[in-house]
């Protein structure tokens, strides 16, 4: 079991963060924001993969506007992330936001945050103080050390204007310099996390670096909200967060596939079993049991595997065993493996 960082609770909206809370996916939404419905539509699409909190950039007026309608009819919790301009932080709170997202790098008139500090304190929201690498200027020391002090400074403002609803982000694109950077926070305050690796890139590269990154600080018990940064569909985003948290044991999203690499063993199709499973699991909503199912190409892994799953098949030449329990039900053709192992998840 991981030993988390104990952090003080906040909520976004009806989303707890910190504390015993378990750790929540958030994503960010990719079309343009004065482009309402096309953003309540990645709105939908989101909570449906999955995700609990999305964030909207609302870079000007015409998106601040757009941003009011967006709130009102969005189906989950949204974090208006602002940069350069603290009136649209002041008018992003206004409009409802669950919480607002102020980059250290580009808000810095202590004037400024504190009147943005009283409006979210009024409101009761919370404001997540993030920095990237990127949008930081480093003159001495590291990378990791020049967020961290960045951070830190920041949230003297706000402590001394009694504000203590604090989520932290230090994300650099550099997988170790984030670890570096968190590592360093992690025994300097009791303020929630929220984990990601920024500009990861495409999704190879995204699910690589935010699971050896995310993934590694959750392994430590450092973290309480993650988004995993990706070049591409948000809703794959969603998928690699929730593969993160499942692989560590911190979430259960519904059953756990294990699957041999296959080789030249292997004498029944098992990618397409694999796909086959996978794609109609997406459609089971209601099927949310942590539950291990095993598809194993051959008879050298695949009895052991299927045996300590949940239920599992061993493959043979154009077939396979089935196991439940631990114990081999009956054989069956390679047609029948997905619809049968559907109805034994279903039954389970």
């Known amino acids: 079991m991981i030993k988390r960082r104990r952090a003080r609770k906040v909520k976004i909206g009806n989303v707890e963060i910190g504390g015993d809370a378990p750790v929540s996916i958030q994503s960010m939404t990719k079309t343009d924001t004065k482009a309402v419905d096309s953003t309540l539509n990645e709105i939908r699409k989101l909570k449906r993969a999955g995700c609990e909190i999305v964030r909207v950039a609302v ?7 757009a941003f009011k309608r967006i709130v009102s009819r969005s189906e989950m919790p949204i974090v208006a992330d602002i940069h350069f301009n603290p009136k649209l932080a002041l008018g992003s709170i206004d409009a409802g936001a669950s919480a607002i997202r102020l980059n250290p790098g580009n808000i810095k008139s202590r004037q400024d945050i504190e009147v943005i500090i009283r409006r979210a304190k009024d ?22 050390e020049s967020m961290a002090k960045g951070v830190s400074d920041y949230i003297k403002i706000f402590e001394k204007s009694g504000f203590q ?3 932290i982000s230090l994300k650099s694109s550099d997988v170790s310099e ?3 950077a968190y590592r360093k926070m992690a025994g300097s305050c009791d303020y929630p996390f929220h984990l990601g690796i920024t500009a990861a890139g495409p999704y190879l590269s995204a699910a690589v670096k935010s699971s050896i990154g ?6 430590e018990g450092i973290g309480d909200t993650i988004r995993v940064s990706m070049t591409g569909d948000p809703l794959a985003e969603v998928e690699i967060a929730k593969e993160i948290l499942s692989s560590l044991k911190l979430r259960s ?8 690499p296959t080789c030249g063993r292997c004498e029944i199709d098992l990618a397409e079993i694999v796909e086959g499973v996978r794609e109609r699991l ?24 299927a045996q300590e799953a949940d239920i599992g098949i061993a493959g043979g030449k154009d077939s396979a065993a ?6 081999k039900i009956k054989n069956l053709k390679q047609e029948e493996v997905i619809d049968v192992l559907i109805a034994e998840i279903k039954a389970f």
């Open 214 to 219: 995310i993934g590694t600080l959750l392994q």
């Open 123 to 144: 409101r009761r929201i919370p404001i997540r103080i993030g920095v990237n690498s990127g949008s930081l200027s480093v003159k001495n020391g590291t990378v990791a």
């Open 282 to 305: 997406k459609e089971m909503k209601k099927v949310s049991l942590p539950l291990k199912v095993a598809i194993m190409g051959c008879v050298v892994n695949g009895p052991g595997e």
């Open 59 to 65: 870079k000007d007026d015409d998106a601040l506007e």
């Open 322 to 327: 089935l196991f439940k329990k631990g114990k």
């Open 165 to 167: 609803d604090i989520i």
């Open 253 to 260: 999203f519904g059953p756990e596939i294990i699957s041999c």
């Open 178 to 180: 984030t670890i570096e």
